[in-house]
């Protein structure tokens, strides 16, 4: 009588213990567990700080996050992801570091984690991920290597990306009767009638500082304008008419923006528009947050949101990061959920409140989103005509980046002739393309 | 082995060790930079996987239009900060090489400057610098001057009045300590011989102090040479290259073109140029001495 007892009562607690083990949730494996990030000191992951103990509590799995400025960032990555065995778990990456660190081999391709039943969450819904983002940031080895197509795979996911969008001050607009400019000839107009209007106000805020600045600010417009850096046999076409009209575009708004305009980095062109000196301002949706905090800006509730104006067509800037798992990282599976956690419908949405940029069509159109953040909406427009090949994404385009925005300042401070200088862009833009072993093929 | 041969040997046996550690500790990374500036190195590689590439990094510098550039702004900047940052620098000293009250403290403030963090230095002259909000030009529209293009059209004026802000004090500094250890008897002499205060600067003072203001000239001129962090937070090179000094443009090529050797290449024509000065300004400084010496044994002999 007491055996088979004894060996039901070891049966009934087998049982629950497989049972246990059965209902074992997706993160208990990993509870206990510390991961190390590295995030670049920016509004969105500023806004990241404050939902990581959200993700520890429902988890039990800790994160220490080296957050650093994004070119030091950049740096210490660089350094990091060479070394066999590595600190970081998980990385946020500068979108144009994704071809350095895909053709260099140190990130993961995500495949293997998104076909593990133990790791991927069924409800994660990735077709409500922002589409321009995933192909900016995410994918490589698709068309032109860079972007999304039949023969690529996805390495990151968009984490604090941006579009552009045009912020004007409604009070001045209104006051002279401007039209919200829809397209560039309006732009270009609207600009260069507010200092004449509003004496000691510069038209639009513009970044337009040698080097990277520069050459943000004249792709930003070389896209709508119907212009690209490269054509599809990769010969650069940066000098012909487009290219050349958006140098022009850029040179009006600088000629008509607030005094000292031509060394703006983006934090004086942004701090330019906070502090009330400029009109409008046409770039990243990253700003929305401090336009909005009456601590850094004189310009709260003047503010209005329009789509970044056309021109021959439309294409609003992608950019800003994505997030990684590096090939060197000593938790992957860990780092997995935690990069699945945030940029699921859910974190989305807390990081979306707690002041982020949401990376997913629906959190654009979340009612407590957009009550809290009515230019979400329009942000969510923007966002249908992101162009995730306004820049290309290749491994020599720094040395070209940088070449085009020294270039563009010439042309913006000594006055040099645009298309001779774009010619001189394009001509060593070949010679860099030609080294880099573009031309094989041709 | 004979008795005195071994006394002889004895001192560098027991040196050796820290002979060996000190070559290594600093051989190495000069090796590892001179080994790489041969290579077609990228920084997801280690440096033994990068291809060998001969002199190709040094030939293709030597050709880049943008490397010339960068090495005719850091020469401008670091002669210009050095001969102004000495200028001032003994100015001050002899200005200030007396006994007032309050002397102390006002020589404490003066060596604040050279304490702040280089990027801190950077970020506040940006500021004082802005178009709009900067205090000069707000200064000078109150008083009904037009503004300055301070990082603009004057960009590499503007960078240099800052380092010369930050690094004039340790000039200062070197400058009074040599002015304050130089022999009393001998600017009593020539105070008794009625030379003029002038005179014991020009003859005596300045002679006599020599030595140190090579070596601090020296000294400052290398780290002139290597300034990034003012630099790149101020202007980031800009407008166009006028400010991009090779430092700078050795940090770019390594961390946005991915060119290590290339960066080392330019670090080794950069190590080259800093060789060549430094063993120009110090032969110049062993001549001065011989002479000094040479004129020393021609007095001597005069006098027995």
């Not at chain 1, 990091?80 to 990385?91: I, M, S, T």
């Not at chain 1, 200088?421 to 031309?439: F, I, S």
């Not at chain 2, 080994?35 to 997801?44: I, K, T």
């Not at chain 2, 030595?211 to 800009?238: Q, S, W």
Request: aromatic content about 10%; some cysteine; charged content about 20%.
């Amino acid at each position: 009588m007491y055996k088979p007892l004894k060996l039901i009562g070891m049966a009934a607690v087998a049982s629950l213990m497989y049972a246990g083990q059965a209902l074992a949730g997706p993160y208990d494996p990993y509870a206990g567990t510390t991961l190390v990030v590295n995030f670049p000191a920016h509004p969105h992951y500023n806004a990241v700080m404050k939902i990581l103990p959200e993700f520890t509590k429902e988890t039990g799995i800790e994160v220490e996050v080296d957050q650093l400025p994004y070119m030091k960032m950049r740096e210490r990555q660089t350094l990091e992801l060479g070394q066999d065995e590595g600190d970081y778990d998980l990385v946020a990456y500068v979108v144009f570091s994704k071809a350095d660190y895909v053709y260099a081999d140190q990130l993961e391709n995500l495949a293997r984690y998104f076909m593990n039943p133990k790791l991927a969450d069924p409800s994660y819904d990735s077709d409500d991920l922002i589409d321009g983002y995933v192909y900016n940031i995410g994918f490589a080895g698709g068309n032109k290597g860079y972007l999304q197509g039949k023969t690529g795979s996805l390495f990151g996911i968009p984490y604090g990306s941006e579009t552009s969008v045009l912020g004007y001050r409604k009070d001045i607009f209104a006051k002279h009767g401007l039209k919200v400019p829809s397209n560039y000839d309006e732009l270009l107009d609207v600009a260069c009638q507010i200092p004449n209007l509003e004496p000691g106000m510069g038209g639009l805020s513009s970044r337009a500082a040698s080097g990277h600045h520069a050459s943000h600010a004249f792709l930003l417009h070389l896209a709508p304008l119907g212009g690209r850096v490269f054509d599809d046999q990769w010969n650069p076409i940066v000098n012909n008419a487009a290219g050349v009209k958006a140098a022009n575009a850029l040179k009006t708004i600088v000629d008509c923006g607030p005094k000292g305009a031509a060394t703006f980095g983006f934090g004086e062109a942004l701090g330019s528009f906070l502090n009330g000196d400029t009109a409008m301002f046409l770039d990243t949706t990253v700003v929305a947050g401090q336009i909005n905090d009456p601590k850094k800006s004189k310009v709260v509730g003047k503010v209005g949101w329009a789509m970044h104006p056309m021109g021959v067509r439309r294409g609003s800037q992608t950019g800003g990061f994505g997030i990684g798992i590096p090939k060197n990282a000593q938790n992957k599976e860990a780092a997995f959920l935690l990069m699945q956690w945030l940029t699921s419908k859910k974190g989305d949405k807390l990081v979306a409140m707690a002041g982020g940029n949401p990376s997913r069509f629906s959190t654009h159109q979340d009612a407590d989103v957009n009550a809290k953040f009515p230019h979400m909406k329009t942000f969510g427009e923007a966002l249908k005509h992101a162009d995730p090949d306004w820049r290309p994404i290749i491994p020599v385009w720094g040395k070209i980046n940088a070449d085009l925005g020294t270039t563009l300042s010439k042309v913006l401070t000594e006055g040099l002739d645009t298309k001779q200088a774009l010619d001189g862009v394009a001509e060593r833009t070949r010679k860099v393309m030609e080294d880099a072993g573009y031309y094989t093929w041709q | 082995m004979s008795y005195s041969t071994i006394n002889r040997l004895t001192p560098y046996v027991f040196l050796a060790p820290a002979v060996v550690v000190m070559a290594i500790a600093l051989l190495y990374p000069l090796m590892y930079m001179v080994f790489g500036s041969f290579r077609a190195w990228d920084p997801s590689q280690a440096i033994g996987e990068a291809e060998f590439a001969g002199f190709t990094n040094y030939i293709t510098l030597w050709h880049d239009p943008n490397f010339h550039e960068s090495l005719i702004v850091t020469l401008k900047f670091a002669f210009s900060v050095v001969a102004l940052e000495m200028l001032i620098g003994v100015g001050l000293a002899l200005l200030l090489d007396r006994s007032l009250r309050g002397m102390s403290v006002l020589r404490t403030l003066f060596i604040l400057p050279m304490m702040i963090a280089p990027v801190v230095v950077g970020l506040i002259w940006r500021y004082m610098y802005h178009p709009s909000i900067g205090i000069f030009n707000q200064t000078l529209e109150s008083i009904g001057l037009g503004s300055v293009d301070w990082l603009g059209k004057h960009a590499l004026m503007s960078v240099i009045i800052a380092d010369i802000w930050q690094w004039t004090p340790f000039i200062f500094i070197l400058a009074l300590a040599a002015l304050q250890s130089l022999p009393r008897s001998a600017l009593e002499a020539a105070r008794i011989d009625g030379a003029s205060g002038w005179q014991q600067i020009i003859y005596i003072k300045l002679p006599l102090m020599m030595p140190v203001l090579i070596v601090t000239c020296l000294l400052r001129l290398i780290d002139a040479f290597k300034v990034l962090e003012v630099i790149l937070v101020m202007t980031e090179g800009g407008p166009g290259l006028s400010t991009e000094i090779l430092a700078l443009r050795i940090s770019r090529t390594a961390t946005e073109f991915r060119e290590l050797g290339v960066a080392a290449a330019m670090s080794n024509y950069l190590l080259m140029l800093l060789l060549i000065l430094t063993i120009a300004m110090l032969a110049y400084n062993k001549i001065q001495e011989l002479k000094k010496a040479r004129v020393k044994v021609l007095i001597d002999g005069d006098g027995s």
